[in-house]
């Protein structure tokens, strides 16, 4: 269908390439074809050109639009850097708080007595899931 449709859209004639006005008796009409012995006249007369100051401030503006966009972007790029370092030296410092954990149930687990031995190992080896589950 999109291919019927795009050859269909080729193969129609370019009609609105030119307009001809015509002046016969005083009457006028419009044609897209040249007048047959009458006065002609083309009415598809090109636009005024752009002045070159007209052109320097649309290119200033579209140029200023574009900075706006860099340096939001830009913010926007040190703004998730900035997160992400915050979020690293969280992640950093928890996992130095848990290493002590389990530096400090170690030192539990050497120094208790037999019969608090068994709790302090359960500690121990929960500290160590903990540690090992965040921060390796």
Excluded: H
Excluded at 61 to 83: A, P
């Amino acid at each position: 269908m999109k291919l019927f449709l795009l050859l269909f859209s080729l193969l129609q004639p370019l009609t609105a390439l030119a307009v001809y006005r015509c002046e016969s008796q005083g009457n006028v009409t419009y044609a897209d074809l040249p007048c047959s012995g009458s006065k002609l006249d083309i009415s598809n007369e090109p636009s005024a050109p752009v002045s070159d100051a007209d052109a320097t401030k649309k290119e200033r503006s579209e140029v200023n639009r574009l900075q706006k966009l860099r340096e939001q972007r830009e913010r926007q790029d040190q703004q998730i850097r900035d997160l992400t370092a915050r979020g690293a030296a969280a992640r950093e410092r928890k996992c130095r708080s848990l290493a002590l954990q389990v530096k400090w149930r170690e030192e539990d687990v050497r120094q208790s007595t037999l019969d608090k031995a068994t709790k302090a190992k359960i500690r121990l080896r929960r500290a160590v899931e903990k540690f090992d589950s965040e921060c390796r």
